[in-house]
């Protein structure tokens, strides 16, 4: 996989030697019944290439890694980060979804800087995902590496496929739920969670 080598200096030269990529972007414009080397569409099979190693920057680092500067603190009490935006790309149609992630957790000992937890989400959505990896896995890089009491990962997300696609459903959002530890142990820390995500 020469395209997500970890040097990212080397993107002109990947660009550079993709061209059956480019060939096969224009077969693709060709199939839909457009004309590849019309001027409004002559640069696109390079944009898309460059959008998609944009897309998936995600693979070029291991996102837990941003939640590794921990911070030892005496605080036993939840806390919850609302509203991380994120940008991710389904792998069933290549097509954006995106929305945001509240990420909350109960330390123990261990808590980390708040833009660390949005770096990890960021780093898991640039990757072909689906919303429920996607959530599990923020989840899990939460788990491993703060060991906290608990922790509870909620993602709200639109979907482009279901929204430019067969069943048209333009304001239907999904909604995806990951629990670990006294969350899915006590229904009273779950309580505080939503009652907080909805204040
Ligand atoms: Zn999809």
Partial sequence: MELLDNDPTNLGKKLAQSENIMDGLKDLIRLCGDDPDRNGLEETPFRVLKAF??????YREDPKEHLEKVFDVDHQELVLVKNIEFHSMCEH??????GVAHVGYIPNEKITGL???????EGYAKRFQVQERLTNQIAEAIEEILEPNGTMVVIEAKHMCMCGRGIKKVNSSTTTTSVRGVFAEKGESKMEFLTLLNR
């Fill in 53 to 58: 190693l944009e897309y998936t920057e995600g």
């Fill in 93 to 98: 149609h290549f097509a954006p979804f995106f």
């Fill in 115 to 121: 833009s660390k937890i949005g770096r990890m989400v």
